[in-house]
């Protein structure tokens, strides 16, 4: 099977049905894991982005959160929250069809902090030196949750590990 092309055809489903441009296979072992298009016109859920509903039902049916041993492919160049989630996943290769400065002429995300060409700049600047206003609260008692954490996780401070890839 052509997954890039199962890619496109979900993306361009998606957009005859009133939906966004976007769509994403998992593919492990030579067959698709998981698939879906971006949600969010449907939904009015601004995290509803193909990758990640599709990352969901991946890890939903293995029952892990991670992903190794899959390829990703994706219509066009993640988001930072989407190639934050596939990070997160650890897929083995990511295979992206489009670029952002390729369909930028076809297609404006019209969000109040989020402009194609200078999201990832503004995400790679600290904190408090975003358009997105943040402000940094301490507060003690935030910290006891992770202290809660890692009582219960067998103490000191752990890295997650992949059950699949640990010997």
């Given at each position: 099977m052509d997954f890039a092309q199962r890619t496109v055809d979900i993306a361009r489903r998606n957009v005859?049905?009133?939906?966004?441009p976007f769509a994403t296979v998992i593919v492990k072992d030579g067959e698709i894991l998981a698939e879906s298009a971006?949600?969010?016109?449907?939904?009015?859920d601004p995290t509803a982005h193909?990758?990640?509903l599709a990352i969901r039902e991946a890890c939903m049916r293995?029952?892990?959160e991670?992903?190794?041993?899959?390829?990703?492919?994706?219509?066009?160049?993640p988001c930072p929250m989407c190639l934050g989630s596939l990070y997160y996943c650890s897929p083995d290769e990511v295979v992206f069809l489009t670029t952002r400065e390729?369909?930028?002429p076809h297609y404006v995300?019209?969000?109040?902090?989020f402009e194609l060409d200078t999201f990832y700049s503004e995400?790679?600047?600290?904190?408090?030196?975003?358009?997105l206003p943040m402000r940094y609260e301490p507060h003690g008692a935030a910290v006891d949750v992770y202290r809660l954490w890692q009582e219960r996780n067998g103490g000191g401070p752990r890295r997650h590990v992949d059950p699949a890839t640990s010997s």
């Open positions: 005859t049905e009133g939906g966004r971006n949600k969010v016109a449907q939904t009015s193909a990758e990640i293995l029952g892990t991670h992903l190794t041993g899959t390829t990703i492919y994706v219509l066009a160049h390729a369909y930028e995300d019209d969000r109040k902090y995400f790679a600047k600290n904190w408090d030196e975003r358009r």
